[in-house]
């Protein structure tokens, strides 16, 4: 069937088996690999993407069901150019901090939530990263001045193998409070 | 998944002329929360899904003479962030009881797909809207190729993924009861982490007389056992005491020796499962008497 689906405010149409899952649209038909397949099962979070401006799990949803709405992705949330960093696990960089500055990102295009997890270290291999950030950019589209027990409770269907959730809630608060002005 | 067709219809007609049409190859898919896990898992396989999110109709919400009609395909998010039920002046709390609940069911993401209909026709015992639903007394409005009947809370829930809708039928209304007279609600569940579904919940309806004794009450259980159900001896126990100085620790034991668990696995077995309901339903009356 065919499916179009505004994403990132880019149309992306595409002829595909009824089964495509909306992650599977989002990764192989668009090419934007930031939502992560974790579970499959709607549990992890990793796949969470905006449709219509609403968090949901990109692994439950059908590409049918989105046809003809809008999906924000990771990739959508800096503006500007946001250069791939090359091989960022090479040998000499490990143990050292390395600015983004210095790796040729313009950090004043980050989203204050990207540039938040950067700061606090809110990220360690990264893969739960991606649905981190849209569900919280939608939570803190709806509460601005969010307790830390609320960010906690509006993270409940997001899962961490690495950080242990306390660097991602405090980089959480640091944005809602950027983002306040 | 196996293969499938996905159609769209556009209306409520066209929509049961497609599930009818081969009733045993098509499901309906309302948010598809619960339907995608199934067909991944390839335990169920339809040739045909049939969208319902394009049927305006089975998405309204309408409120009077009593009663509040929610359409089977409400999201959880719309009622959870007040705007399904925004014009509606419920007499009776009972939309501030629903959205309590629905607030709290699995997590943002999954609520913003998830319907109330959905949940309703998977009819799985952990889930909390049958328990929730049973316990306002809702009607369940069912609509097929001879026109549309009315089933009431306790014969719509039949068992585990059972329910009395027919192949080829749809749910097309739930019919909230919204009653005069001060009615208190409150609802309680336990499962393993904040998004998973229950392993026991208890829900508690009462309505208090002019000196706030228990005129007439539902104490639902759910989880534990296949569908939900009733604990008749409690409600019993409990009429004609004043609200607030009902002893919760004899309710509580009341109830767990009141009800026999039906489900449990090696983890968390039928005498757990009985095990919370004392602490449930001490918390669903403690939020009764606060929330009214
Ligand atoms: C990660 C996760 C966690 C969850 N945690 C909880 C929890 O803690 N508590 C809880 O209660 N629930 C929980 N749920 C379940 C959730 O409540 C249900 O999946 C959801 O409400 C189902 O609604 P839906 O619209 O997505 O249904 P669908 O998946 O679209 O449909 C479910 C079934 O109902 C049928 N159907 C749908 N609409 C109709 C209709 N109008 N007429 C006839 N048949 C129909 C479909 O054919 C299908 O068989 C969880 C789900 C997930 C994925
Ligand atoms: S991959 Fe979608 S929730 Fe885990
Ligand atoms: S950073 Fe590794 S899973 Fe979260």
Redesign the pocket.
């Known amino acids: 069937m065919k499916v179009e689906i505004t994403i990132n405010g880019r149309p992306v149409a595409g002829e595909v088996d009824e089964r495509t899952l909306l992650l599977e649209f989002v990764r192989d038909v668009a090419g934007l690999t930031g939502a992560r397949n974790g579970c499959l099962?709607?549990?992890c979070g990793c796949c969470s993407v905006l449709l219509d401006g609403q968090v949901v799990k990109s692994c439950?949803v059908l590409a049918a069901q989105a046809d003809g709405r809008e999906v924000e992705t990771v990739e959508g949330l800096a503006t500007g150019d946001t250069t791939t960093i090359e091989d960022p696990t090479t040998e000499g960089s490990v143990g050292t901090y390395v600015p983004l500055s210095a790796r040729g990102v313009d950090e004043g295009s980050l989203h204050p939530l990207q540039q938040a997890f950067h700061e606090r270290g809110a990220l360690q291999c990264g893969y739960c990263t991606a649905g981190m950030l849209l569900t919280l950019k939608e939570f803190l589209a709806r509460v601005p001045d969010p307790t830390e027990a609320e960010v906690r409770e509006a993270l409940r269907?997001n899962l961490c193998r690495c950080t242990g959730y306390q660097s991602i809630v405090d980089a959480a608060l640091l944005a809602a409070e950027r983002m306040r002005g | 998944m196996r293969p499938f067709e996905y159609l769209t219809p556009a209306g409520l007609e066209e929509a049961l002329e497609a599930v009818a049409e081969r009733p045993e190859e098509t499901?309906?898919?309302?948010?598809?929360?619960?339907?995608?896990?199934e067909l991944k898992s390839r335990e169920r396989a339809p040739a045909r899904l049939v969208s319902?999110a394009g049927v305006e109709a089975?998405g309204a919400v309408s409120g009077g003479h009593g009663e509040i009609r929610v359409g089977?395909?409400v999201t959880?998010r719309a009622i959870a962030d007040g705007e399904a039920f925004a014009a509606i002046a419920s007499r009776s709390a009972v939309t501030g009881f629903l959205t309590r609940v629905i607030a709290n069911?699995?997590?943002r993401a999954?609520r913003t797909?998830?319907?109330v209909?959905?949940?309703a026709?998977?009819a799985e015992p952990?889930?909390?809207?049958p328990v929730a639903l049973t316990v306002v007394d809702a009607g369940f409005e069912v609509a097929g190729a001879s026109g549309t009947r009315r089933v009431a809370a306790h014969e719509f829930f039949r068992g585990v993924k059972q329910t009395a809708?027919e192949q080829g039928?749809?749910?097309?209304a739930i019919v909230v009861p919204d009653p005069a007279g001060s009615w208190r609600w409150g609802f309680a569940k336990q499962?393993m982490r904040a998004?998973?579904?229950?392993l026991s919940s208890v829900a508690l309806a009462v309505r208090v007389d002019g000196e706030s004794r228990v005129e007439c009450c539902r104490i639902v259980v759910g989880g534990a056992v296949k569908r939900p159900s009733r604990a008749y001896g409690c409600e019993t126990w409990l009429i004609g005491r004043p609200i607030g100085e009902v002893e919760a620790e004899k309710l509580g034991e009341r109830l767990a020796a009141e009800v026999v668990p039906e489900l449990g696995g090696a983890r968390f077995g039928r005498e757990y499962r009985r095990s919370l309901l004392p602490a449930l339903v001490r918390r669903a009356l403690e939020e009764a008497r606060d929330e009214g």
């Open positions: 099962e709607a549990r439950n269907g | 499901a309906p898919i309302a948010g598809g929360q619960s339907l995608l896990l319902l089975l089977p395909t959880y069911i699995a997590d999954v797909m998830a319907t209909g959905g949940a026709c998977q952990a889930f909390d809207i809708l039928e749809l749910l097309s499962g998004h998973d579904a229950a």
